[in-house]
């Protein structure tokens, strides 16, 4: 059992920095059509921080 109540499933979470909220989005699309994972999710995007304010920061949720 984890912490958010999921019972034995596996996951990946990724966190990283993209363009736009547009170029995040074809990311998390491409991540759902490559079939690697069981589910794709894009929990949030949040404008970038200091040097990388230009970006926007992004975290999805994979389960295998």
């Given at each position: 059992?984890?912490?958010?109540g999921?019972?034995?499933?596996?996951?990946?979470?990724?966190?990283?920095?993209?363009?736009?909220?547009?170029?995040?989005?074809?990311?998390?699309?491409?991540?759902?059509?490559?079939?690697?994972?069981?589910?794709?999710?894009?929990?949030?995007?949040?404008?970038?921080?200091?040097?990388?304010?230009s970006?926007?920061?992004?975290?999805?949720?994979?389960?295998?």
């Amino acid at each position: 059992l984890h912490a958010d109540g999921r019972v034995g499933t596996s996951y990946v979470q990724l966190r990283g920095l993209g363009r736009d909220d547009s170029s995040i989005s074809r990311f998390v699309e491409q991540l759902r059509g490559s079939k690697l994972f069981a589910t794709v999710e894009l929990k949030s995007t949040t404008a970038g921080r200091g040097r990388d304010s230009s970006l926007r920061e992004f975290y999805v949720e994979c389960t295998l």
